[in-house]
């Protein structure tokens, strides 16, 4: 049976590795059959992860979503349940990160940083977990972020909001478990991504790749029914790098 999957911020990065062993996962298992929601903002990316998916015998469907705009985001679900019926599994992936000291923190980059990875990733939950609830069945993963319990000098919004993200977990969790949902928290320690922007050689050979935590996921994903992998915590080897 396909099994509709909505993975958020899936053009780039760690959602983009998620789609792809996704679709890779199909290969070795032809009992699954997944159908990918692939959503961000930029359609380009999504396109290009798709065609990657495709490949590997995953259907795919790029809706073009801002999660900071309810209206899109209800735009993903309603567009979505139109067309598929339902909804398994729904991977928080989108997530922005602005890095600065304490002081240089504007009232922009507070309303750019909590839109998206509050207040989007919240009500995407919320209307996704509804359809689950009813149906008695599904998987939300949350990528957080090892920046959910520790904090940094550079990361007072970006903790703030992933601390937030920690308690939308632990709240819908009380939900969850009530009505078989299963609900993963995957928090990361630093992933070369595009997030970082540009990181000098030194740097990147301190930090994890995509498929470091794509593949967890995936895996959690794919656990037997009666199972529920509640929580990843995923960091390099030498531990946290940033300060
Ligand atoms: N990289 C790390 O070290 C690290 C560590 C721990 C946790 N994380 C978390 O992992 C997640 C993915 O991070 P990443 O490093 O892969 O970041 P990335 O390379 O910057 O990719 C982020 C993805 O999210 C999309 N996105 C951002 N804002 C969005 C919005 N409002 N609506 C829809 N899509 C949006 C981006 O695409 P568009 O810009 O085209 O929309 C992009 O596809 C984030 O939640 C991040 O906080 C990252």
Same mark, same amino acid.
């Given at each position: ?53 495709? &490949? ?80 008695? &069945? ?106």
């Amino acid at each position: 049976m396909r099994e509709i999957i909505i993975i958020t911020g899936a053009g780039k990065g760690i959602g983009k590795s998620i789609a792809l062993d996704f679709a890779k996962a199909r290969v070795n298992n032809h009992n699954f059959q997944p159908l990918l929601i692939l959503a961000s903002r930029t359609a380009s990316d999504l396109e290009t992860v798709a065609t990657q998916c495709r &490949s590997y015998g995953a259907e795919t469907d790029c809706i073009q979503t801002d999660i900071a705009d309810m209206t899109e985001v209800d735009r993903l679900v309603t567009t979505t349940m139109e067309r598929y019926g339902t909804i398994d599994c729904l991977v928080n992936n989108a997530g922005v990160g602005r890095f600065k000291a304490l002081a240089e923190m504007t009232e922009e980059d507070f309303d750019y940083t909590m839109a998206t990875n509050l207040k989007g990733t919240f009500f995407l939950t919320q209307k996704v977990f509804a359809v689950m609830e009813k149906k008695r &069945s599904g998987h939300i993963f949350f990528i957080t972020s090892i920046a959910a319990e520790t904090t940094f000098k550079s990361s007072s919004l970006y903790s703030m909001s992933k601390f937030g993200q920690k308690g939308l977990v632990e709240t819908i969790r009380l939900y969850a478990r009530a009505c078989n949902v299963k609900i993963t928290n995957v928090m990361p320690g630093a992933v070369y991504t595009p997030m970082w922007g540009e990181v000098p050689d030194t740097l990147t050979n301190l930090m994890m790749m995509p498929e470091d935590i794509s593949a967890p996921v995936v895996h959690a994903y794919l656990t037997a029914e009666r199972t529920s992998i509640e929580e990843l915590v995923i960091r390099p080897v030498g531990g946290d790098i940033a300060e």
